[in-house]
């Protein structure tokens, strides 16, 4: 009797309480998201250009632009895919050459004929999302940043971009992979799974752009170190960036380019977890015997 | 030889079944019970951050619905409650067994709280089995004799931390894709302790994560028994573990877990 009645309450409260900290929702996007990618030209576009050689997910260190490109062959498929509005901006930069970008645009990102050309245009991609999300870009001097120091008090938001580029060095293969990378991302992971929302500690805490750095440098540490406890701190990064996301949208600040970034990840995060599962199931279907 | 049990929750089949056959043991003496309250705002704060909502369901599910399902049918011999019918252990809950053992039980917040290392320092352990109930301090290490028997759900050194059951079946990198259990003696680190004895436990083809802990439970009971024994009959304890010979590990995303379980199971996500 006390079951009968004790057992919807209960589901209900479970579900109000998902809903209140956007578990539920984040789920059923998670898994909309994850259908629909499964046909995207976008994942196909990113496992091609990302594992030609078997190696493994290459992706991070050549997201950005990998975005670009996407972008540039099917700029509104992205809002298409996630039932959000058009990216006018977006769109049109993706349809013109680079030195055909509005002015202000082309001032701000420093283009010119001979760099455009000798650069080639995804090389701007970066700064471009940078510029037009409010993020500001990486300065040398900051990715060069001491960065073990950053882990003893709080993590400032702009930590999160050195940590971000340090990996990213290590990706591109101009930096050696160092003790000192991998011990600090060993650090970065305690710390947040320890912390969470704790993690940042100066006035940025809580922001859109704070969790959706984050969890790109967790995707991208998991590839360097092939260790699935990034992967897994990136997941929950890219919860808090769900929450952010939502939270701008009901107060119609979000930036069409703030979805394109976290979709950007979910797609990151998804081919991440198929590279993963597919490596974990050949390994042990192979080896594992049953009982 | 004198055993103070520790426990997370008056509740606990596992901390039940330890009591009582670390109490059935020839020259061993359960001196004392101390049990963690649950209404207990700090611990339901510290857990709702590491669990999430799935907490209320494992509440619900422990206090409500556990105590309160009929027995319809024998249990699997392989389970904690197989365990318990083959002992022919009556009660359901260590306060009741307390009762009925006539052994002191100590009701405390926190482990770490004065209250709790009095109780201790009273019941002159030689030796704490804990079954769970939050992190212990170095004082709580100090005063539990021989020191505090813990039976971590993972193959220690490698798998540290939580959801260790999970983290071997999405970690494909490294040769130490096993589950088991490991018997260690606590100290300060996590999971770091001088490890006893480590029981490798294979998995069955299908079978789900909760199934599997279901059937390895028994075994950490097994392995507390044996811990016990081993300190009782004078058996040097091994130097701690070296830092740098394991990992890590913390609570998965229900992503990740899903995509263990899947691996666990051997049933592909595409093709379900």
């Known amino acids: 009797m006390l079951r009968a009645l004790l057992d919807p309450v209960v589901e209900i409260a479970c579900r109000l309480l998902e809903d209140a900290v956007g578990e539920k929702e984040h789920r059923k996007l998670s898994a909309a998201l994850a259908r629909d990618l499964n046909f995207s030209p ?83 991609w970066p700064a471009l999302v940078e510029l037009r999300t409010g993020f500001r870009p990486l300065t040398k001097a900051e990715s060069l940043q001491p960065i073990p120091a950053l882990v003893k008090g709080g993590l400032p938001s702009a930590g999160v971009w050195a940590a971000l580029y340090w990996v990213e060095l290590v990706l591109r293969g101009d930096m050696r992979e160092t003790e000192g990378c ?30 959706v750095r984050l969890t790109q440098a967790f995707i991208r540490a998991s590839i360097v ?67 | ?31 004392g019970v101390l049990l963690r309250r649950v209404l207990n705002p700090r611990r339901l704060r510290k857990e709702f951050a590491r669990d999430g909502v799935r907490l209320l369901r494992k509440v619900y599910q422990k206090l409500i619905v556990a105590p309160t399902v009929p027995r319809c049918a024998p249990p699997p011999a ?29 009701r ?81 680190g996590l999971d770091t302790g001088p490890i006893l004895q480590v029981l490798p436990f294979d998995r069955r083809r299908g079978e789900s994560f909760l199934a599997f802990r279901e059937r390895l439970a028994p075994r950490q009971v097994e392995l507390q028994l044996a811990g016990v024994r081993a300190i009782r009959d004078g058996a040097a304890v091994p130097p701690p573990q070296s830092t740098e010979d394991g990992l890590q590990f913390y609570v998965m995303h229900p992503r990740m877990r899903l995509l263990a379980e899947s691996v666990f199971t051997d049933i592909s996500l595409s093709r379900s």
């Open chain 2, 78 to 106: 392989d389970s904690l409650s197989g365990l318990r019918d083959r002992c022919n252990l009556r009660q359901t809950s260590i306060t009741d067994w307390v009762k009925v053992r006539k052994v002191p039980l100590c």
């Open chain 1, 182 to 211: 991998a011990q600090y991302y060993d650090a970065l992971v305690r710390k947040f799974e320890l912390r969470r929302e704790g993690l940042f500690s100066d006035e940025k805490k809580g922001s859109f752009g704070s969790w």
């Open chain 2, 108 to 188: 405390v917040f926190d482990l770490n709280e004065p209250a709790a290392l009095a109780f201790l320092r009273r019941c002159r352990a030689d030796v704490v089995c804990f079954t769970g109930g939050g992190l212990l301090r170095s004082e709580f290490l100090g005063a539990a004799g021989a020191g505090v028997l813990n039976v971590h759900v993972g193959i220690l050194p490698f798998y540290r931390g939580m959801d260790v059951v999970e983290w071997p079946w999405a970690w494909p990198g490294v040769e130490h894709g096993q589950t088991g259990a490991t018997l260690h003696v606590m100290n300060a």
């Open chain 2, 1 to 31: 030889m004198n055993v103070v049990v520790v426990s997370p929750i008056a509740t606990s089949l596992y901390s039940l079944l330890v009591a009582e056959q670390v109490a059935r043991e020839p020259g061993v003496v359960v001196t």
């Open chain 1, 42 to 124: 976008l994942k196909s576009l990113l496992e091609t250009a990302c594992d030609p050689h078997g190696e493994g997910l290459k992706l991070a260190s050549r997201g950005w632009a990998n975005l670009g490109d996407w972008l540039r062959v099917h700029p509104s498929s992205i809002s298409r895919l996630a039932g959000w509005p058009e990216t006018p901006w977006l769109a049109d930069c993706a349809l013109l050459p680079v030195t055909e970008w509005p002015e202000d645009l082309v001032r701000d990102l420093g283009v010119t004929t001979e760099n455009a050309t000798a650069r080639g245009p995804d090389c701007f």
């Open chain 1, 225 to 291: 170190f092939r260790d699935p406890r990034h992967l897994n701190a990136a997941l929950k990064a890219h919860d808090f960036a769900y929450r952010s996301v939502v939270a701008a949208t009901k107060g119609g600040r979000a930036l069409a380019a703030q979805k394109l970034l976290y979709c950007f990840n979910q797609t990151c995060i998804e081919l991440s977890l198929s590279t993963l599962e597919r490596e974990c199931r050949s390994r042990f279907t192979d080896r594992h015997q049953f009982v």
